[in-house]
């Protein structure tokens, strides 16, 4: 299995402009989670889908958030519009409920000018 | 509610020496308990986990960690560092759901001393 795929690995946008990011999830995974990681609060949980149906949104920080997940594979997390403060790494990833514990995707490296 | 407290953010051993790495755990109901590990530029991965089988768990690269309600730790040690086990490592909690949402530790961040 090729793990949980992000793209892109690194965005780099001006502030106002919507930002989308992307994830396919390991194939026969049930569930999958968006994270943002920065320096200041460390790695934060934004939001988790359990088959393609949202079940937690509380970590979103704002309404420029949202988050879709169309079908079992595939799932985007959009900023609109984005801002400095929103420069951070973002995580996916997948789990099933017979598999303890999450396997990461490798991130995307996003920074607001 | 859970929470892990990791204490210290950054800890420098030699090459060769006790690696120990510490956290504690908060939990209303019987944790499931995870260390994952974060080389640079990359994502995290699961090193070993805690799922209320033994109470003593190994993991890849030669990590353990243990299980000690009494004292609510989970600790994790490797006996003889390596130069390539530098890295960030983030102890995390989840309810006893398998896909209870997994809550973050802030990272311990290991060097190692040739």
């Known amino acids: 299995d090729a793990g949980v795929i992000q793209s892109p690995r690194h965005e780099v946008t001006e502030m106002g402009q919507e930002v989308t990011l992307r994830c396919k999830p390991i194939?026969?995974?049930?569930?999958l989670f968006w994270y943002r990681q920065t320096m200041m609060r460390g790695l934060e949980l934004l939001i988790y889908f359990n088959n393609n149906v949202p079940i937690d949104d509380s970590g979103m920080p704002e309404d420029r958030f949202s988050a879709k997940m169309p079908n079992a594979s595939f799932s985007t997390l959009k900023i609109q519009p984005s801002e400095p403060r929103d420069s951070a790494v973002y995580f996916c990833?997948?789990?099933?409920?017979?598999?303890?514990?999450?396997?990461f995707g490798s991130g995307t490296r996003l920074t607001v000018v | 509610a859970q929470s892990v407290t990791q204490l210290g953010s950054h800890v420098s051993v030699s090459e060769g020496a006790l690696v120990l790495l510490r956290c504690n755990y908060s939990s209303s109901v019987p944790p499931y308990l995870f260390w994952y590990v974060q080389y640079p530029n990359q994502g995290l991965q699961l090193l070993l986990k805690?799922?209320?089988?033994?109470?003593l768990v190994k993991g890849i690269n030669g990590f353990e960690a243990e299980f000690k309600k009494s004292e609510t730790s989970f600790h994790l040690t490797k006996p003889s560092a390596h130069m390539s086990d530098a890295a960030e490592y983030f102890c995390a909690v989840s309810g006893y759901s398998s896909a209870s949402k997994i809550i973050f530790g802030s990272g311990t961040r290991l060097s190692i001393r040739p």
């Open positions: 990833a997948s789990s099933s409920r017979e598999d303890y514990g999450y396997t």
């Open positions: 805690y799922t209320s089988a033994a109470t």
């Open positions: 194939s026969g995974h049930d569930y």
